[in-house]
């Protein structure tokens, strides 16, 4: 029973900066891969960004490559998801997600969910 708690959401202009937070209890943290994923109204969720245990490999969906970077301490439970260059298109909910599976892409493979942290980006 995995919890996964999402914050740092918030308003921002386009052009700025935020950085998500995710923290999870208990000592699982460091065997669980991690993944962001969004979803905006009206979209399916999609996959953001991922990182494996280590945090070494990581993975970014092409709209956020050279944008977003995902990392992670495991001494912390913590894995936090650095957005710059934000733009309109990036609203959403954001929520972080774990598997006990080698990171993917695909968000049927994470088992473990947060609630979502709302990131909204105005013009």
């Known amino acids: 029973q995995v919890q996964l708690v999402e914050s740092g959401g918030r308003l921002v202009q386009a052009g700025g900066s935020l950085r998500l937070s995710c923290a999870a209890s208990?000592?699982?943290?460091?065997?669980?891969?991690m993944g962001w994923f969004r979803q905006a109204p009206g979209k399916e969720r999609e996959f953001v960004a991922a990182?494996?245990?280590?945090?070494?490999?990581?993975s970014y969906a092409d709209s956020a490559k050279g944008r977003f970077t995902i990392s992670r301490d495991n001494a912390k439970n913590s894995v936090w998801l650095q957005m710059n260059s934000l733009n309109p298109e990036d609203t959403a909910i954001y929520s972080c997600?774990?598997?006990?599976?080698?990171?993917?892409?695909?968000?049927?493979?994470?088992?473990?969910w947060g609630q979502g942290t709302r990131v909204t980006v105005s013009s």
């Open positions: 990182t494996g245990l280590s945090g070494r490999s990581t």
């Open positions: 208990g000592r699982s943290f460091s065997s669980l891969s």
């Open positions: 997600a774990g598997s006990r599976s080698p990171f993917s892409i695909d968000a049927g493979l994470y088992a473990y």
